[in-house]
């Protein structure tokens, strides 16, 4: 099974109607006016699409922050852009604290009723993908006024139990969190402003699941694949998936996204290509941004 792994899109809207602004979302226009609007290149989102279409992925997952302030503009926006690709492949997609950004937002529920097609009604969703793997999408966006902590709160907490529980070492298990539950050594730490509540609780639990593990987050917009070599979690693989269209100095067209081969049996090897956008020959010139195209991708084979 081929899944493809798009992270943080962080579609916005520069003038929302005055009243939207009256709650913590002043804050995140402020920062996307001064900082955000310069980095994120949302042009090259076509692009990304259309090289996600050209893989023949079977699943299409989503690891949240698709919008910026979980206004419905940004909502209407975010699922016209991605028609092309939900409507031709399964997508699964999990919230981002973005996409829960207001209590309002959170409360009404508008992430769930705004891409009803593919972000679950309930978490957390359990499915199967074929006969030895299962996908388990969980829920950790919660609004906060000063921070972007996370939570998964007792009930979902307790459905993990369960499944995990249920899995044997001739399973494959695919989980699917905005937040990460661990990073790699060399990776700055998680904060407790920015982590999962239940981020120790989760990964303990993870590591003493019988299944291969292959866990799947956003959040920290930064991509990489990392295998950690100790004996008691050598079974988990994390992917963080980035965020495709933010630029920088060493991604100047945006930190692409992910393709996951899933074998048939879980104890075979997992295979991971990160493609990115050729960027050999591209000026880095931030006055480009909103203009640049990709016409070149480079697929970088790490597992
Ligand atoms: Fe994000
Ligand atoms: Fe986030």
Known sequence: MRLAVIGDIHVYTLTPPPWALLSKRVL???NLWLNRRH?????LFDCVLKRVASVEANLLLL?????TTALESEFRDIASRLEPLTQSHKTIAVPGNHDRYTFTSARVKRIEKMLPGFVPETFPKIERLGERWSLLALDGAVPRIFNARGRLGEEQMLRIHEHLSSLTSHDGLVVL???PVKCPPKAPPLTYDHKLAE??????????????VLYIHGHIHRPWCWQPRHSHSAHITYINAGAPCLTSRRYPLGQGWWQVDLPDDPRKAIHATHHVPDTAGIKLDRKLNGTRTIDKWEARRVM
């Open 28 to 30: 995140g226009q402020a």
């Open 39 to 43: 980095a994120f290149d949302h042009k």
């Open 63 to 67: 690891s949240g922050d698709l919008t």
């Open 177 to 179: 969190c905005h937040y």
């Open 199 to 212: 981020s120790g609780r989760l990964w303990r639990m993870l590591r003493r699941c019988a299944a291969r």
